[in-house]
């Protein structure tokens, strides 16, 4: 038994053709995909920016310079962890992880309330 070889116009001719999707309509002349993200919806270049931001959760080694600016001291720790104390804080902030990994969410959070607390 011998199998056809694949034909667009027989797939087409079948009814199964993809239909249309609103990214068909971002694709740019040289073929790629248009920004989705970026200034191609009417986005300023600023306002791209925080985008970005909020959606890419910073450093721990961005959350320790924040710690340092403002006043806060390392007083050491085992291993990957670092507490940090200021004298106008009750609690120490603990950051676990390597300089370069990405911070999560409570560690932004903590970090942020230590220095609103620190500024009182």
């Not at 676990?96 to 990994?101: E, K, V």
């Given at each position: 038994?011998?199998?056809?070889?694949?034909?667009?116009?027989?797939?087409?001719?079948?009814?199964?053709?993809?239909?249309?999707?609103?990214?068909?309509?971002r694709v740019r002349d040289d073929g790629g995909a248009a920004d989705v993200a970026g200034p191609a919806i009417g986005l300023s270049s600023e306002r791209a920016i925080q985008q970005t931001a909020?959606?890419?959760?910073?450093?721990?080694?961005?959350?320790i310079a924040e710690l340092?600016?403002?006043?806060?001291?390392?007083?050491?720790?085992?291993?990957?962890?670092?507490n940090f104390v200021h004298p106008n804080v009750a609690r120490p902030v603990t950051l676990?992880?390597?300089?370069?990994?990405d911070a999560k969410h409570y560690q932004v959070r903590a970090v942020r309330m230590a220095i609103q607390e620190a500024k009182r």
């Open positions: 038994m011998r199998i056809a070889p694949f034909s667009a116009a027989a797939f087409h001719g079948a009814g199964l053709a993809r239909r249309r999707s609103a990214r068909d309509d909020r959606l890419m959760p910073p450093k721990i080694r961005e959350l340092e600016r403002a006043g806060f001291v390392n007083r050491g720790g085992h291993g990957s962890h670092r676990a992880g390597a300089g370069g990994d």
